[in-house]
């Protein structure tokens, strides 16, 4: 019967490194299976084209994206620190294994995916803390924070970190660790059928490793595979959202005409939502460095796109914002390479995404926004305005009928 050792690494780790060597050549594996996915086995060799800007913008992903960069950037600043290449086990695995002519199996989940099921799967209260840890991280990392990187392949270490994990965001752990151990787990399980009296070497990343042995000592509790792959089924909570403030926000138009409070307080109204959406969209592309150009288009259609849940303003400001700042493809490999997150945010093609992510922001704040102070902005009473706009609503819907 095949036989699989796992060996879990940390993945800004030189120990990590010299054990993972020595593993393939005291175990003399016949395959060596690593948690990378065919993109990021390209990436790690340098062997893959980066995505053009055409691509980004098509996508449309610019909040996952944006995890993912920031997340890059959290972990090349401990390699760093530490003087290790994040992934540098996964090179010295491929390498070693190379050397011996020994087959490598890639049996992770295609890291798109995973992103996607992940940003999904995120709440909108969980995706605002997770955006909050990171920078906070990055902050403390940027400050001069060490960390033990050694003690986080402890085993009792590694349950802490994923149960404060868990805590902090439950649908994340999910789609980043669970789901992952249990691919994994797929994987190894079919390369152990198709080698039924070989030796398979698995390096993971020390907090899957728990999981995949769990499911591999208990194969009968593995989801099945069809549920890990392809976006995840779900209520399209954004659209639905859209559409509810779309609804309402014609529902309040409707009140206020048909209470007689007046044709001037319907204009105010109306005015009052170009604006403050407008200007909070405008300021937040500012904010994120987008040229004028993009903050202007911002301002000139939030209002429009706040109303049309398949739109957004962001997505008009990053393209124009891709028109005027022109990004080279190099841009793409700069961002996995910058020192500082100040010199990250000088980069044309972090600017076209952060235009987006914020120009929506702004967008989304000033529907929030608008429906507080709406009322308040217009000095009327929002209890008499409704009913008697209801009332006069159903009295005129009655004489049509």
């Known amino acids: 019967m095949a036989e699989i050792r796992i060996v879990g690494t940390a993945h800004v780790s030189q120990q990590s490194v010299d054990e993972v060597r020595a593993s393939i050549g005291e175990y003399t594996p016949d395959v060596v299976a690593i948690e990378l996915d065919p993109a990021r086995f390209s990436a790690l060799k340098r ?42 086990e996964m090179k010295a695995a491929i390498e070693e294994a190379e050397k011996r002519n020994i087959p490598v199996a890639l049996v992770d989940r295609d890291i798109r995916v995973t992103l996607l099921r992940f940003w999904n799967s995120l709440g909108f209260i969980e995706k605002i803390r997770m955006f909050w840890a990171l920078i906070v991280s990055i902050a403390e990392i940027d400050n001069g924070q060490e960390i033990d990187i050694e003690s986080l392949k402890e085993q009792n270490v590694i349950d802490v970190v994923m149960e404060e994990f868990r805590k902090f965001s439950p649908n994340g752990a999910r789609a980043l660790i669970d789901e992952r151990d249990a ?44 549920t890990l792959v392809g976006e995840p ?30 044709l001037g307080v319907l204009f105010e109204a109306f005015l009052f939502w170009v604006i403050i959406h407008g200007v909070l969209s405008g300021l937040f592309v500012l904010f994120a460095g987008g040229h004028p150009y993009s903050a202007l288009t ?21 393209y124009v914002e891709a028109r005027v700042r022109k990004p080279p493809l190099t841009d793409f490999r700069k961002i996995y390479e910058t020192e500082s997150i100040r010199e990250m945010a000088q980069i044309p093609l972090f600017k076209v995404v952060l235009v987006a992510a914020l120009g929506n922001l702004g967008s989304l704040l000033g529907t929030i926004l608008y429906f507080i102070f709406v009322f308040p902005v217009l000095g009327i009473d929002p209890g008499v305005v409704i009913t008697s706009g209801i009332n006069n609503m159903g009295a005129w819907a009655a004489g049509l009928f």
């Not at 899957?208 to 591999?216: A, E, V």
């Not at 259609?301 to 849940?309: G, K």
Request: glycine content about 10%.
């Open 47 to 88: 062997q893959a084209a980066d995505p053009s800007v055409r691509d980004v913008l098509e996508v449309r992903n610019f909040n996952s994206l944006l995890v993912q960069w920031l997340l890059a950037y959290l972990q090349r600043k401990i390699g760093l620190d530490v003087g290790v290449e994040p992934g540098a």
């Open 183 to 226: 691919f994994i787990a797929h994987q190894l399980v079919l390369l152990k059928a198709q080698r039924p009296e070989g030796k398979i070497l698995a390096v993971v990343g020390a907090g899957h490793r728990q999981g995949i042995t769990g499911y591999l000592d208990n194969p009968a509790t593995l989801p099945p595979f069809d």
């Open 298 to 318: 911002c301002f000139c259609v939030a209002w429009m796109t706040s109303l049309n849940p398949m739109l957004h303003a962001g997505w008009l400001g990053a």
């Open 233 to 262: 089924r779900s209520l399209p909570w954004a659209k639905i959202f859209g559409f509810a403030v779309t609804g309402l926000f014609l529902f309040l138009l409707a009140a206020i005409w048909f209470s007689g409070v007046g």
